[in-house]
């Protein structure tokens, strides 16, 4: 991997002194304009990226991580974000987090702020859509940065990834639905065209082909609302399916609400299987079934792999995939459980 540029390369590639540099940085007015110019060229020519905080973190006690995330209003999120925070924090780092709130742009925007003021690393679970402007820039900052639950840029010897295996978590779902008497199994949530919904309706797929069963897929938001208005949709539409795996537990508890709203309970005649395991699945009535995912341990994992890499020099893989299993609750196993 390249160094990351310095204040040294940019005066050497404009010509000028290191002192000079500073003066730039530091918005002097001793800096002629064409001067300024010229150092300004040489900053994006190379990719030099001021460090603001820099210095101060040179002398402090503590260091910087950056943590972007996709949707931190999702709970799944939140609790990676929270236990990453408290286990680095354990180890003397502060942390800043920042919701990209699925906007590709503002990532990009996030990203070069933290860059900017001096992380020492970056976690980030990205937003889907035009990337090159957030990871190009961490290309040549030479920083430590993981890509989690999602992978949007392929370079994973530059940005290891770290993900969970959804594929055996939703085949595994399917089976258990199948042996539960289920006939038709749909897969609903998720927005179409993207890599994580593939990824959590693949095992589903596999086992149904598998099966020579036929295939119903409702994609949309991965919402509360999304699910409500998917229950509408199955009563009205689709009589015939019984049973249902959805993208995320948000969907699978507005479907809850659906069928109840509709005075059809779900654990009955229509079995569901959420994903993720939020502390709400086991509140929820019925309970919800779910492919639980650890998530606070994955984030303890995470920050481990992190300090390793930033502290030794120990880069982790590019790929690796944590387990899930499946929490079998009465919106499966039905009221009598």
């Not at 310095?6 to 500073?22: E, N």
């Not at 596999?206 to 409702?218: N, Y």
């Not at 939020?278 to 779910?290: D, G, T, V």
Request: glycine share 8%.
């Amino acid at each position: 991997m390249k160094r990351r540029p310095t204040i040294m390369d940019v005066a050497a590639r404009a010509g000028v002194s290191k002192s000079t540099v500073s003066l730039v940085l530091q918005g002097s007015a001793q800096v002629r304009a064409d001067t300024r110019k010229s150092v300004e060229a040489a900053m994006a020519d190379i990719g030099y990226v001021y460090n603001r905080a820099a210095a101060n973190l040179r002398s402090a006690s503590v260091g910087l991580v950056g943590l972007v995330i996709n949707d931190l209003r999702n709970p799944f999120f939140t609790e990676f974000a929270t236990t990453l925070q408290m286990t680095l924090a354990a180890r003397g780092y502060a942390i800043l987090i920042a919701n990209a709130d699925e906007d590709a742009a503002l990532q990009a925007k996030l990203v070069a702020s933290m860059i900017e003021h001096g992380v020492s690393a970056l976690v980030i679970s990205p937003a889907y859509g035009a990337t090159d402007a957030t990871f190009d820039p961490l290309a040549r900052s030479g920083l430590p940065v993981l890509q989690v639950l999602r992978r949007v840029d392929a370079r994973t010897d530059l940005f290891p990834f770290s993900s969970f295996d959804y594929a055996a978590g939703s085949a595994e779902a399917t089976r258990h639905l199948i042996d539960r008497g289920a006939r038709r199994i749909a897969f609903v949530g998720g927005l179409p065209g993207r890599a994580i919904t593939q990824e959590r309706r693949s095992g589903w797929c596999e086992v149904l082909k598998a099966e020579g069963r036929d295939r119903l897929a409702l994609h949309g938001k991965s919402s509360r609302a999304f699910g409500m208005q998917t229950a509408e949709t199955l009563i009205a539409d689709h009589p015939d399916v019984d049973a249902a795996i959805c993208f995320n537990d948000l969907v699978a508890l507005g479907l809850i609400a659906g069928f109840a709203r509709a005075e059809r309970p779900v654990g009955d005649g229509f079995r569901l299987v959420g994903f993720d395991d939020i502390e709400e699945a086991a509140q929820s009535w019925p309970q919800l079934s779910s492919v639980g995912c650890d998530i606070a341990g994955f984030a303890r994992d995470t920050a481990a792999r992190l300090l390793s890499w930033m502290t030794g020099g120990e880069r982790p893989p590019p790929e690796l995939r944590s387990p899930v299993h499946l929490v079998a609750r009465a919106s499966s196993l039905g009221p009598d459980t």
